[in-house]
């Protein structure tokens, strides 16, 4: 899945955030354990390898359906608030996320940051990582005004590269997701995945590429300016 690709050189870079740029994942994990163990349910692989990407009320919707909680989705959503909002202040960047922005930073590519994430959320994830984050040009969280329908809709991509004033064909995505991935195909750009490790390379059949970290990106093949990580 490395070989060069056919597209022309990327005016801007578009990031995913959870799982792509922070390590959020597991806390989303851990919490949904605890409700779901409260119901005497068990949330494993099987389901939470469909959720990853999704927006908050259609992950809600599928997990109380998928564990048959006698909740309902919006409820779900209350009941999470509070445990999250307790754990995201401690979410870590990712492997080489924080040098790769620096770096198109410097040379001035367009960079924003397009998530299912509300504003809310993601300001307590970014908690610890406000000083890479302001780096960003512009910033598409899923209840932006702007945004119609969260992902796998297009929309926050498109959102962010309008803001970015990049036509979308000369925007690069980087996705964790499969949904993720779809929108940015939808969008029209060329999507890099980069999964989960337990994610299998079948999901992202649609993807232009898969890689297992950002450090193992290398920009000049997009005719971006080469990046050396140690």
């Not at 740029?21 to 409700?35: A, F, K, P, R, S």
């Not at 999250?84 to 367009?110: D, S, T, Y």
């Not at 994830?125 to 960003?136: P, V």
């Not at 969260?150 to 498109?158: E, N, R, S, V, W």
């Amino acid at each position: 899945m490395n070989a060069p690709l056919d597209v022309g050189p990327i005016k801007a870079v578009i990031f995913d955030m959870d799982g792509l740029l922070l390590d959020t994942e597991g806390i989303y994990t851990e919490v949904t354990q605890i409700i779901a163990q409260r119901y005497g349910r068990t949330f494993d692989w099987s389901i939470k390898q469909n959720i990853i990407g999704r927006g908050a009320a259609d992950l809600a919707r599928y997990v109380v359906q998928a564990l048959e909680l006698p909740i309902s989705a919006e409820e779900f959503l209350v009941i999470r608030e509070p445990l999250m909002r307790e754990r995201f202040p401690r979410a870590p960047a990712m492997p080489g996320a924080r040098e790769l922005v620096e770096h198109l930073k410097a040379n001035n590519i367009p960079i924003a940051v397009g998530t299912s994430s509300s504003s809310q959320s993601f300001a307590q994830k970014t908690t610890q990582h406000r000083d890479w984050f302001a780096l960003f040009d512009t910033i598409v969280t899923a209840d932006d005004p702007e945004v119609g329908a969260a992902k796998p809709a297009p929309d926050i991509f498109l959102t962010a590269a309008r803001r970015l004033g990049v036509a979308p064909a000369d925007c690069l995505v980087f996705e964790d997701s499969p949904f993720g991935v779809t929108a940015a195909k939808a969008a029209g750009m060329t999507a890099v995945a980069v999964p989960d490790a337990a994610m299998a390379d079948e999901k992202y059949a649609h993807a232009d590429r898969i890689l297992r970290s950002l450090k193992a990106f290398a920009p000049q093949a997009y005719g971006l300016p080469v990046l050396e990580l140690a």
